[in-house]
């Protein structure tokens, strides 16, 4: 099923001065002079198409530095004036949507800890009836699509059409080398939902350090993402927020000349057949494995019943973790990730006891 939103194309409300479309400037705006020299510097590479900063900023505890505030509204409306680049905040209630509107600001995002709270989401979208501005919507902070979804649903609902999604990644218990689980699937997921929807990667958030960030950066690019939000600051060494996870504008100008920019349509008519042969074959496996599944369903069935009639249990451990150890080993041998099998038979294991339970509850006796 797919997203019902009314969704303006990307290039449309957005001018590109070079692709990939790119998002740049400082995670906060601290002064006047960096916030310009920054900007000054990003305008020059020639890469940047909308300059990015902070102006209230949400912190997760009290007593950092939580923004400049209005002033800073200001400061960018220079930087706008002197370099002819758009200007992007984000914005966390109705206030910050009527001041930056007010400073004319050209784009609005939604923050991660925003998008995580309905209320807050409803009350942006109140502020933007009748408004027509282009919202970019960050993911939550927890890993839940439909919070995502609705975020955007929301201010769809209030007429916003110039809209696209942020993917900067989730937060996590578990130990990780990004400060925010990028969790691609919900990204792709989001974007089989809605196709149309535009689709910005922020690697500075998913990376929290500076080294990872190309590898997200061109991952991101490979997943057809039709752009990128970068913090980039003058001089990162002082950063007053994320100093670890912002680059210099010139090493972001680098970063860019080292991505490759891939198309999701081929163009060449040897490779197209090429790919059409391949999908061929995919496909035909595809079929092979769907009819395997079946049958192996119907033997389920057949198993269900048996223990049904026979009062035995439907799940039996040490018969499954039979399969897993040898059905795993197999894999391997076959150079198939293990990670990749124990799901897989997880998920077939399952719908197994599934049926088996939708079987051991019908009255009727099995057929021999
Ligand atoms: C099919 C059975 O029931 C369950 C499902 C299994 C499977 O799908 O292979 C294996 C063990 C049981 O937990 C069985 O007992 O063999």
């Given at each position: 099923m797919k997203l019902d939103l009314k969704i303006q194309p990307l290039n449309s409300w957005m001018k590109i001065n070079h692709e990939p479309l790119l998002i740049a400037g400082p995670c906060s705006a601290e002064t006047e002079e960096q916030l310009l020299a920054t900007a000054h510097l990003l305008a020059k590479t020639g890469k940047?198409?909308?300059?990015?900063?902070?102006?209230?900023?949400?912190?997760?505890r009290p007593g950092e530095f939580e923004g400049i505030g209005s002033i800073g509204l200001e400061w960018l409306k220079r930087?706008?004036?002197?370099?002819?680049?758009?200007?992007?905040?984000?914005?966390?209630?109705?206030?910050?949507?009527?001041?930056?509107?007010?400073?004319?600001?050209?784009i609005l995002w939604i923050g991660a800890?925003?998008?995580?709270n309905p209320f807050t989401v409803q009350e942006i979208a109140d502020a933007l009836k009748g408004?027509?501005?282009?919202?970019?919507?960050?993911?939550?902070?927890?890993?839940?699509?439909?919070?995502w979804i609705g975020a955007l649903e929301r201010i769809n609902a209030a007429g916003?059409?110039?809209?696209?999604?942020?993917?900067?990644?989730?937060?996590?218990?578990?130990?990780?080398?990004?400060r925010n689980e990028p969790h691609w699937d919900l990204a792709i997921s989001?974007?089989?939902?809605?196709?149309?929807?535009?689709?910005?990667?922020?690697?500075?958030?998913?990376?929290?350090?500076?080294?990872?960030?190309?590898?997200?950066?061109q991952k991101a690019l490979d997943m057809d993402m039709q752009g990128l939000m970068i913090e980039s600051h003058i001089d990162p060494s002082v950063a007053w927020t994320d100093a670890?996870?912002?680059?210099t504008p010139s090493a972001l100008s680098e970063l860019m000349d080292h991505l490759t920019q891939r198309k999701p349509e081929v163009k060449n008519a040897e490779v197209k057949d090429k790919m059409a042969?391949?999908?061929k074959e995919i496909d035909k496996i595809d079929d092979q494995i769907i009819s395997k599944m079946a049958e192996r369903m119907a033997v389920v069935e057949k198993i269900g019943a048996y223990k049904r009639d026979n009062n035995v249990t439907i799940l039996q451990v040490t018969r499954w973790d039979e399969i897993l150890h040898k059905r795993t080993s197999y894999a391997k041998a076959l150079k198939l990730s293990t990670d990749f099998t124990e799901k897989l038979l997880e998920l077939m294991h399952h719908e197994s006891i599934r049926k088996q339970t939708e079987i051991m509850n019908n009255s009727t006796v099995a057929e021999a």
């Open positions: 940047v198409s909308v300059l990015r900063a902070g102006i209230w900023k949400p912190r997760t930087a706008k004036a002197e370099t002819g680049l758009p200007t992007a905040v984000e914005v966390a209630n109705a206030k910050h949507v009527e001041e930056a509107l007010n400073a004319g600001v050209d800890r925003s998008t995580v408004v027509d501005v282009p919202v970019m919507v960050k993911n939550p902070v927890n890993p839940d699509l439909s919070l916003i059409t110039k809209l696209a999604a942020i993917h900067r990644g989730f937060s996590s218990f578990e130990k990780s080398a990004f989001l974007k089989t939902l809605a196709p149309e929807l535009p689709m910005i990667n922020d690697p500075s958030h998913i990376c929290g350090n500076r080294e990872l960030i190309p590898y997200i950066a670890k996870q912002q680059l042969e391949l999908r």
